[in-house]
């Protein structure tokens, strides 16, 4: 979400909206729509945002510009529990952060927040799990390496591919990666080039009821298991990047196949930095 006052340390990285090229609304169910894809995403923020000012001139026409919003809408979800709230749009003309249309800054100074689902306080002070439990480094290696608001929000929201990619490299350099340096080529595109595997990611189960390492049926949700039991295989040491992946695999070749491709990035990523110490 958007706060309106961020906390004032200056080691604080504000994930939300961390500079002009992306920004986040995974906690405001962007990502919660049964069709979550890009375009179908970048059509709904798009026609929001042109309709908000059309429609909203003054805090009364909140709720028309939701009953319109809502009812022009495909409104299927993933997981019925995750309010998908209809004021998320563009914040900017270049349609590059997501955010708040009824934040302070988009309206003058006046917060509206006051008519969402979650209420102003909510929207206000809520801070992800990603805020606490990733590392300064893994912060800042994603903020300064994606540039795009649909991977980053995907990313910067997945804590257990953030920590298992820089959990294997930093096994394999003896170090932890210096964000710093991710900002040079080749580096900033290595690890961009892992990210990215979140869009095309060839093992990806294709269900709708999947998001990450979870799937969710009606109100209940549940965290998936690769079988490789059934697989023949013992169990991955790319587990938990697997599950971040929503892998599927019909065949042991598969998962074979997936292990080597993940290897492949591991092993670029160690290489290239090792050559730039
Ligand atoms: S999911 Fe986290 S980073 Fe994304 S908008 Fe919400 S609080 Fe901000
Ligand atoms: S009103 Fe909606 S878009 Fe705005 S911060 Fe709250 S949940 Fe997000």
Redesign the pocket.
Known sequence: ??PENVKPESSFIHLCQPDSCKSC?A???LYNYADSSRESLLHRLRWRTALFPEIVKSPDDLDHFSSLVRSSEEQARRYEVI?C?E??GFLDAGEKRV?????PLQNNGTDL?DV???GRE??DGHFCPSYTYLTREEKQALVFVLEDWYLYGLCITDIDLVKSYFRLVSDRLLTTPRPEKLKAEPLRNLVQKFFELKLVWPYRDPAVNRLGKYYFDGSQYMIDRIDYEGLGWKKSRFDSIFLSLSSRFPRREDLVTAEQILQGHIDAFVEAYSAHL
């Open positions: 979400m958007q609304g906690c405001c169910g309010y709230c004021y998320l955010g708040c249309l009824l934040h927040r969402s689902f979650y909510l929207c």
